[in-house]
């Protein structure tokens, strides 16, 4: 079973950054399939960033050159970090890995207002 805890959410200005945590247990992360996806209400799930256990990256069109994904396998996290965020941004972010099986976190909210 693996368990995945987000962090960092929280409310920032238009324009501000925000980096969220997402920590995986297990002692296999190095193969874990890790991602991010959000869910604004009235919306359905979508995704928005991922990377594979060899590092390579894929967005969502609407984060592009704003929202950058990382991975510490030393540490079992992967990363989201936000830049330029905007109103739209706002929803609750989830993390995800897929390793055999799908597994999702609880999820944070990521809510972008003046």
Known sequence: QVQLVESGGGLVQPGGSLRLSCAASGSIFSRFFMGWYRQAPGNQRELVANITSGGSTNYGDSVKGRFTISRDNAKNTVYLQMNSLKPEDT????????????????????????
């Open 91 to 114: 929803a609750v972010y989830y993390c995800a890995a897929a390793y055999g099986m799908n597994y999702w976190g609880k999820g944070t909210l990521v809510t972008v207002s003046s």
